[in-house]
């Protein structure tokens, strides 16, 4: 799991290489040092084996939770944000019309390629100079593959899998997403292989590369959702791999850009400030008030009047409830091993057993965000109350439709909407153009929502990569 020592991973590589670059400089003053070049040989020793590893713990953090990543973007292209902005980076992604140059999106696709990159250089050093506890081994394959499963959730086909730990790098071909989830799948079998013990450390990371891996097998095809069920059966629903934040070492992103800043707002199937602009697709976020997503305006010091986003003009809507400015966030957890086996019973033609499932969620309190210290004091965390029971719908449709909406509510922020409206048209049958998935119509900032079904892999891919020429399709 990331906790404090991951924090630590910039200052661990940061004090290599102030030492490198202080006896160089006891060599030649007028010699320019780069400090955040790191010569690989002062990372040859267990000590620097951590170091690469806790890196590569901080990649993750900020390819998810602590940075503008493709959670937020794959949220706002859906339906989970809705844009506040003044940047047309977002405009362009909530409106499904992304520029292939888009700025933001080519950011978030470095992010991932550098946890695998990050990773894949701590495996080698962690095997040469730290191989006990295997464990932590482990958690680089599982970091690896969860970039991966990101990856193919989030982006077009045709995305490269370059591997530029090494001297030299090897630039990869343009793959399928189907592909890269395969991929996946087999850097989360090497962390199950390093993870067996009996250990808490090895019993955490086993855990998450079981749901790592479950999710990949979904997305290769439903096929596998037997499979998938039998891989996270006996994780507890309260099990959680978080990534954490900090007030020195990098706050929540998903607090900072919604609550904070005012660039994100949650989205609804009603926009505008007036609520006038009907959005076909959309869940209601916003306006459902589920205690999953608790959602509201905010309101001035005066208690009267709502403030306006970073745009000027829309109305801010945020869960500062949910998170705080420190809050850890669960890159993977038990929960989502529930929602995994309920679409297995799905799959199964086993009504019942989803409805169970579902219903033994919303019958028990869960706690989403544990308290965390913010500048001001604390934030209290957030923790579900018992909900309703739900009803069957009585059709495969319908059970369906209820079942990706619980998930959306459930899982909110968390990088995976994207990926599930995708699947809804590769595997359930929905239109191959979105058009009963992704929100369409009229765009509350003007004109209206385009055709894209996914994130694209950037211009900067080409012109870094001699294989890369563009995605092989758009397609979900």
């Not at 370059?162 to 991929?183: E, H, I, M, R, T």
């Not at 993977?332 to 169970?356: F, H």
Request: hydrophobic fraction near 40%; aromatic fraction near 6%; charged fraction near 15%.
């Amino acid at each position: 799991m990331i906790s404090g020592r991951a924090v630590a991973a910039t200052l661990a590589l940061a004090s290599v290489a102030a030492m490198s670059a202080c006896d160089t400089v006891k060599t030649n003053l007028l010699e320019a040092i780069d400090p955040s070049i790191i010569n690989p040989s002062s990372v040859q020793s267990a000590a620097g084996a951590t170091a690469v590893r806790n890196g590569a713990l901080a990649r993750l953090r900020v390819a998810t939770a602590d940075g503008e990543s493709s959670w937020m973007f794959g949220g706002l292209l859906v339906d989970e944000w809705a844009t506040s902005s003044t940047f047309v980076q977002n405009q362009e992604t909530d409106q499904r019309s992304i520029q292939l140059n888009n700025a933001t999106v080519n950011t978030e696709l470095r992010a991932l390629y550098r946890v695998r990159t990050d990773a894949n250089q701590a495996i080698a050093l962690l095997n040469k100079y730290k191989p006990t506890p295997t464990a932590d081994i482990g958690e680089m394959y599982f970091a690896r593959g969860f970039a991966e499963l990101q990856l193919a959730s989030d982006y077009c086909n045709g995305i490269p899998l370059s591997d530029g730990a090494g001297d030299q790098v090897v630039f990869g071909n343009p793959l399928p997403v189907k592909d890269v989830f395969n991929v996946a799948i087999a850097s989360f079998d090497s962390a199950l292989a390093l993870s067996s013990g009996t250990d808490a450390g090895s019993v955490s990371i086993n855990r998450a590369a079981r749901i790592g891996k479950a999710r990949a097998l979904l997305g290769v095809g439903l096929s596998n959702a037997p499979a998938a069920a039998a891989l996270v059966a006996g994780i507890p629903t309260t099990y959680r791999y978080d990534v954490t934040a900090s007030l020195t070492g990098g706050i929540n992103t998903l607090w900072d850009q919604a609550a904070s800043q005012g660039r994100y707002v949650v989205s609804d199937s009603l926009q505008g400030n007036n609520r006038s602009i009907t959005v076909k697709n959309a869940i209601p976020f916003f306006s459902a008030h589920d205690p999953r997503v608790p959602a509201h305006y905010r309101v001035a010091a005066n208690g009267r009047d709502t403030v306006k986003a970073q745009d000027g003009n829309t109305f801010i809507i945020q869960v500062d409830s949910l998170w705080g400015q420190t809050s850890a966030v669960a890159v993977v957890a038990g929960l989502d091993a529930r929602l995994i086996e309920a679409e297995a019973a799905l799959q199964a033609g086993n009504a019942a057993s989803m409805m169970s499932i579902l219903n033994a969620l919303r019958a028990t309190p869960l706690q989403l965000t544990a308290p965390s210290p913010t500048a001001t004091g604390t934030h209290p965390g957030w923790t579900t109350p018992v909900m309703p029971a739900l009803s069957d719908p009585g059709t495969q449709a319908g059970r369906v439709a209820l079942l990706f909406r619980e998930k959306a509510f459930w899982q909110f922020g968390r990088g995976h909407r994207l990926g599930d409206l995708r699947r809804l048209i590769r595997d359930y049958g929905r239109a191959v153009d979105g058009s009963d998935t992704f929100p369409v119509g009229v765009h509350f900032q003007g004109g209206n929502y385009g055709v894209d079904l996914n994130l694209p892999v950037t211009t900067d891919e080409q012109t870094g990569n001699p294989n890369f020429t563009g995605c092989l399709d758009r397609k979900a």
